[in-house]
């Protein structure tokens, strides 16, 4: 709070508004309390909200509350709705059992079972966050079943995965979420299949490293030995059960498919949530979904949209990604470096901003301007600083599926920010060590001809 303070009553430095010199003051604070766990994150976000208004960052509550009216923080709410109810219809158990028994009692089999379902299902379920809402029931009841404590190193590993590393998988389809669908936009002239050409290497990679570095870290665990089940045929899916799969089925293929139809995939999310709470053919009372459905993760999402709007409206955002351009330049003999410059500039960025659609709005184009001016591929600076910033989480509130991870206890806010840290430098060897190389041979160099 006295850092807070502070930073308000400092005056402001060359270029930066008075306004965003405010919202920076509010973001240091609530960053500070997200990843102390201080209080409670939901409590933070409110504070959050409070703060923008009260120092004069926005212009009034309208501005503060942004993020409320934004259609991810619905389309989340959605994709909860669709994991609580394959929980609630017995699908998660049913898929567990078969997760279990193909593990024949080996946490190591169980662990690699879900790494290796991550690329599979983004073909079905190209949202990281619906994965995510799906999965965590899964694995909540096969870490339940098995008699694996809540805070045992087996359930972090798991849990980290979907934290960290499920989000990897879907950035190598161009059409895999808001983080390539956004970068490609902002780089342009990037289709389909030169994106996932670009992008399949370096990202499955990252994906391998990113699992291997979580085993590691939680390596106790996979020392465990499960507890068979008992034996006997898996019987067939009752109406519950049918009617969570075709919702969840209808709402994949809406996704699938938005290239078609152009829905805001907000739609497909809300449709479900519908049905699914609607009596007579979802599976869910509206008394049950009020009461199990997390409302921390809405009001974290959704303070912490309202605060990358403010960064970039206050000027603020602008501001940090200048500070990127000042010297590399003069690295213009040094290619390399010049990334290597973009990327550690881009780190500080990435923990002011929660939202990614805002560091890579603030980023992007100034990673490739200066590439332009420093005689580096442009396209290459670009895709550079986006795997830096989605590479890493510090803190839950800067993705939607770590929220869900978070909200149930089985990582701290600690735990998140150490592996952001780790795969920050793991980001950057990939960068340098994988992906400059790979992309010279599928044509694009690092020098701009």
Same mark, same amino acid.
């Given at each position: 709070?006295?850092?807070?303070?502070?930073?308000?009553?400092?005056? #402001?430095?060359?270029?930066?508004?008075?306004?965003?010199?405010? =919202?920076?003051?509010?973001?240091?604070?609530?960053?500070?309390?997200?990843? %102390?766990?201080?209080?409670?994150?939901?409590? =933070?976000?409110?504070?959050?909200?409070?703060?923008?208004?009260? %120092?004069?960052?926005? $212009?009034?509550?309208?501005?503060?509350?942004?993020?409320?009216?934004?259609?991810?923080?619905?389309?989340?709410?959605?994709?909860?709705?669709?994991?609580?109810?394959?929980?609630? @219809?017995?699908?998660?158990?049913?898929?567990?059992?078969?997760?279990?028994?193909?593990?024949?009692?080996?946490?190591?089999?169980?662990?690699?079972?879900?790494?290796?379902?991550?690329?599979?299902?983004?073909?079905?379920?190209? #949202?990281? =966050?619906?994965?995510?809402?799906?999965?965590?029931?899964?694995?909540?009841?096969?870490?339940?079943?098995?008699?694996?404590?809540?805070?045992?190193?087996?359930?972090?590993?798991?849990?980290?995965?979907?934290?960290?590393?499920?989000?990897?998988?879907? %950035?190598?389809?161009?059409?895999?979420?808001? *983080?390539?669908?956004?970068?490609?936009?902002?780089?342009?002239?990037?289709?389909?299949?030169?994106?996932?050409?670009?992008?399949?290497?370096?990202?499955?990679?990252?994906?391998?490293?990113?699992?291997?570095?979580?085993?590691?870290?939680?390596?106790?665990?996979?020392?465990?030995?499960?507890?068979?089940?008992?034996?006997?045929?898996?019987?067939?899916?009752?109406?519950?059960?049918?009617? =969570?799969?075709?919702?969840?089925?209808?709402?994949?293929?809406?996704?699938?498919?938005?290239?078609?139809?152009?829905?805001? $995939?907000?739609?497909?999310?809300?449709?479900?949530?519908?049905?699914?709470?609607?009596?007579?053919?979802?599976?869910?009372?509206?008394?049950?979904?009020?009461?199990?459905?997390?409302? %921390?993760?809405?009001?974290?999402?959704?303070?912490?949209?309202?605060?990358?709007?403010?960064?970039? !409206?206050?000027?603020? #955002?602008?501001?940090?990604?200048?500070?990127?351009?000042?010297?590399?330049?003069?690295?213009?003999?040094?290619?390399?470096?010049?990334?290597?410059?973009?990327?550690?500039?881009?780190?500080?960025?990435?923990?002011?901003?929660?939202?990614? *659609?805002?560091?890579?709005?603030?980023?992007?184009?100034?990673?490739? @301007?200066?590439?332009?001016?420093?005689?580096?591929?442009?396209?290459?600076?670009?895709?550079?600083?986006?795997?830096?910033? !989605?590479?890493?989480?510090?803190?839950?509130?800067?993705?939607? #599926?770590?929220?869900?991870?978070?909200?149930?206890?089985?990582?701290?806010?600690?735990?998140?920010?150490?592996?952001?840290?780790?795969? *920050?430098?793991?980001?950057?060897?990939?960068?340098?060590?994988?992906?400059?190389?790979?992309?010279?041979?599928?044509?694009?160099?690092?020098?701009?001809?």
């Amino acid at each position: 709070m006295a850092l807070c303070a502070a930073l308000i009553a400092a005056p #402001s430095p060359a270029g930066l508004p008075e306004a965003g010199k405010r =919202t920076l003051a509010i973001a240091v604070l609530v960053i500070v309390l997200w990843c %102390t766990e201080a209080l409670p994150a939901a409590v =933070t976000g409110l504070i959050l909200v409070a703060g923008l208004v009260l %120092t004069g960052a926005v $212009p009034g509550f309208r501005e503060a509350l942004a993020g409320f009216s934004d259609p991810v923080a619905y389309f989340l709410i959605g994709v909860l709705t669709i994991g609580l109810a394959v929980s609630r @219809s017995g699908l998660a158990e049913r898929v567990a059992r078969f997760f279990l028994r193909r593990s024949r009692g080996s946490a190591r089999s169980l662990y690699w079972q879900l790494l290796l379902a991550f690329p599979l299902l983004t073909l079905i379920l190209p #949202s990281a =966050t619906t994965r995510t809402g799906i999965l965590v029931h899964v694995y909540e009841q096969a870490l339940d079943m098995s008699g694996v404590p809540r805070r045992d190193p087996l359930a972090g590993a798991i849990m980290m995965a979907l934290n960290s590393i499920n989000r990897l998988a879907s %950035t190598v389809l161009l059409t895999g979420g808001i *983080t390539p669908m956004v970068a490609a936009a902002l780089i342009g002239g990037i289709n389909w299949s030169q994106w996932l050409l670009l992008m399949s290497v370096p990202y499955l990679a990252l994906l391998a490293i990113g699992a291997l570095l979580i085993y590691l870290l939680y390596r106790r665990g996979f020392a465990r030995r499960l507890p068979p089940l008992a034996e006997g045929r898996a019987g067939p899916l009752n109406g519950r059960e049918w009617r =969570t799969l075709l919702i969840t089925a209808g709402a994949s293929l809406l996704w699938l498919t938005d290239s078609v139809h152009h829905f805001h $995939p907000v739609v497909p999310a809300l449709l479900a949530w519908i049905l699914l709470v609607t009596p007579g053919i979802g599976v869910l009372s509206w008394n049950e979904f009020e009461r199990n459905i997390g409302w %921390t993760n809405f009001f974290v999402l959704a303070s912490s949209l309202s605060l990358a709007r403010a960064l970039i !409206d206050s000027g603020a #955002s602008g501001w940090l990604a200048q500070l990127i351009i000042q010297g590399v330049p003069q690295f213009r003999d040094h290619p390399a470096l010049v990334i290597g410059v973009l990327m550690l500039a881009s780190v500080p960025v990435r923990m002011l901003i929660p939202n990614i *659609t805002g560091f890579l709005a603030a980023t992007i184009p100034i990673a490739m @301007s200066i590439g332009d001016m420093a005689g580096v591929n442009p396209l290459i600076c670009g895709l550079s600083v986006m795997i830096a910033g !989605d590479a890493v989480l510090y803190y839950p509130a800067q993705s939607a #599926s770590s929220l869900v991870i978070y909200e149930r206890g089985y990582l701290t806010a600690g735990e998140i920010f150490r592996f952001g840290v780790i795969m *920050t430098l793991a980001a950057f060897l990939l960068v340098m060590l994988v992906a400059l190389p790979y992309w010279h041979a599928v044509g694009e160099p690092l020098r701009n001809l």
